[in-house]
């Protein structure tokens, strides 16, 4: 852990205030959910139970907590009222962490946990539970002269997963670590039965991240384990085009159920990427690229651009647009590459240097010709703008690459890709 990273004792953030962006009350923090690991290894902070107005419990990511800090919290503003149920695989700090008599690794001694602390790791929005404030010796709280000491996380035993077994929480800590490409991969050689369990475990934008990287089959399957509100909650954090390409796989049905339970917004997206031709510009582009209005800076451009959670082929370039800046936008100006922004001075406006020379694709432009668009123009994405002159969204070289690869190229990589060969123990009765 990098010194000086925010960390925040969690008794401290019982009933602060959870704020939007523009300052509103969202509700009260009642509780965090994390998510135990094998060994020693501090658990990873999921999220936020937040109580709301009326009383619900709703769960608030930490993917969409943008500050911690003068006793608030405050959010991105997009919040998801559905009420929060607590999974197999998941931990409520407050509610089962404190109090917990556990071990201190070095003397065996047991203590009782007081609190633990939460630090944001660096250059990243994940946190994690790093520190914990514990008693030694038995007693209630009032107990007197009791020794308290704050110790690292991986100073007391008695929290993680036992390293023996198989069940899903052990996978799911086993996996942890992997990139989404490879977590499919051993998703995709597990049984049926234990990919179910294991992708239940996940969090939803972890799932979602995963699930873009499985064939077309695997993703159905696992989609249609899971109930229809998780379901949605999860296409509402897949990329728009993503989780319209696993919708149209579906019944009409279903897909119209899902699209109905998704948030508004998300659904919109979704249901414009639907209208179009699978292999047009339309069918393959991202309704979510980087927007900026004219009297945006280079600055404000670049900050854009260092978001982690972009793709790096949509944060190679921003487009320059007329309010709204929200797909679709304004009538579009024109692009801009990062490296011409890293040329010019931050004060910069993007609207002075914005290249407007280049023209965008229609949304019926075909596979083909967006092919060879990129490849003449040496590009990573392209926009895709309507009649009227409004963005509707960027076509990325990753789209391309997926459609123009054999149907079942998803296939041939997790069959070929080291690691096609793990079969987790105790799953005979699967084979």
């Known amino acids: 852990m990098a010194s000086g990273a925010p960390r925040v004792f969690i008794s401290h953030l019982s009933g602060v205030a959870v704020f939007d962006p523009n300052g509103d ?5 009642r509780d965090l959910v994390v998510i135990l690991r094998v060994g020693g290894r501090p658990p990873r902070v999921l999220g936020l139970v937040v109580e709301v107005v009326s009383r619900r419990r709703i769960f608030l990511p930490m993917s969409r907590v943008t500050g911690v800090e ?10 998801n009222m559905r009420r929060f149920e607590q999974r197999a695989s998941e931990t409520l700090v407050l509610g089962e962490l404190l109090d917990r008599r556990v071990r201190l690794v070095e003397s065996g001694e047991e203590v009782t946990v007081l609190d633990v602390a939460m630090a944001q790791l660096p250059a990243r929005r994940d946190w994690e539970i790093d520190k914990v404030f514990v008693r030694k010796g038995k007693g209630g709280a009032l107990r007197r002269r009791a020794e ?3 110790v690292e996380w991986s100073a007391v035993t008695g929290f993680s997963l036992e390293e023996h077994g198989q069940g899903a929480e052990n996978l799911l800590a086993a996996f942890e670590q992997l990139r989404p490409a490879d977590l499919a991969n051993a ?7 234990r990919r179910s369990e294991v992708a239940a475990a996940l969090d939803d934008d972890r799932l979602a991240d995963v699930l873009e990287e499985l064939p077309g089959d695997d993703q159905v399957e696992i989609l249609g384990e899971l109930k229809e509100e998780r379901a949605a909650d999860v296409l509402e954090a897949m990329d728009p085009d993503d989780a319209a390409d696993l919708l149209s796989e579906l019944p009409e049905e279903d897909k119209e159920r899902l699209l109905t ?3 508004p917004g998300d659904a919109a997206d979704v249901r414009r990427l639907l209208s179009y031709e699978e292999r047009t510009a339309g069918g393959l582009m ?4 980087i927007v900026l209005q004219p009297d945006a800076t280079v600055a404000d451009a670049l900050a854009r651009v260092r978001n982690p ?3 790096p082929s949509l944060a190679a370039q921003v487009y320059v647009c007329r309010p709204p800046d929200e797909t679709p936008t304004g009538r579009f100006l024109g692009t801009l590459h990062f490296q011409r922004l890293l040329r010019d001075p931050p004060f910069t ?4 240097i914005v290249d407007s020379d280049l023209l965008p694709l229609p949304p019926d432009t075909p596979l083909t010709a967006v092919t060879s668009y990129l490849a003449t123009y040496n590009m990573v994405s392209a926009p895709v703008v309507d009649e009227s002159g409004s963005l509707l969204g960027a076509v990325t070289v990753d789209d391309v690459l997926d459609h123009l690869l054999p149907d079942d190229w998803r296939e041939r990589e997790l069959h070929d890709a080291p690691g096609a060969e793990f079969e987790p123990e105790g799953d005979d009765d699967e084979r």
């Open 25 to 29: 009350q969202v509700g009260r923090v």
């Open 70 to 79: 003068s006793g608030q919290v405050i959010t991105t503003g997009v919040v």
């Open 148 to 150: 308290a000491l704050t």
């Open 187 to 193: 998703l995709h050689h597990l049984s049926a039965k």
């Open 261 to 263: 339970l998704m948030q």
């Open 286 to 289: 991202t309704t979510e690229p």
């Open 309 to 311: 959670d972009l793709s």
């Open 349 to 352: 406006l993007v609207s002075s």
